[in-house]
Nanobody
């Protein structure tokens, strides 16, 4: 059974930083794609960042240069380092995984429960 457990959310002031973590079990981290999504109230869910099976990373335009996605294969953990946070980054953040080596192919099958990020001005 695949399980994803996020942590690291919280409340910060604009300009601050947070690091989200997602521990995966029952899943092969180093062969498949994983991503962070977010959803703000009244808005559609959007993919923030993705790391493909071979390690290639992609980002939502609005977070490029501020967020960094990474993974630790030995710890079966996915991370999202978020710097220079703005109120527009306020959302519930979700870790997701799928059985595919590619970020843009396949269905995001596995999801965590989410962790809230709130950025105040």
């Amino acid at each position: 059974q695949v399980q994803l457990v996020e942590s690291g959310g919280g409340s910060v002031q604009a300009g601050g930083s947070l690091r989200l973590s997602c521990v995966l079990s029952g899943y092969t981290v180093d062969r498949n794609s994983m991503a962070w999504f977010r959803q703000a109230p009244g808005k559609e869910r959007e993919k923030v960042a993705c790391v493909a099976g071979r390690g290639t990373t992609t980002y939502l335009d609005s977070v490029k240069g501020r967020f960094t996605i990474s993974r630790d294969n030995a710890k079966n953990t996915l991370y999202l380092q978020m710097n220079s946070l703005t109120p527009e980054d306020t959302a519930m953040y979700y870790c997701a995984a799928k059985v595919s080596a590619y970020c843009n192919w396949g269905t995001w099958t596995y999801w965590g429960q989410g962790t809230q990020v709130t950025v105040s001005s």
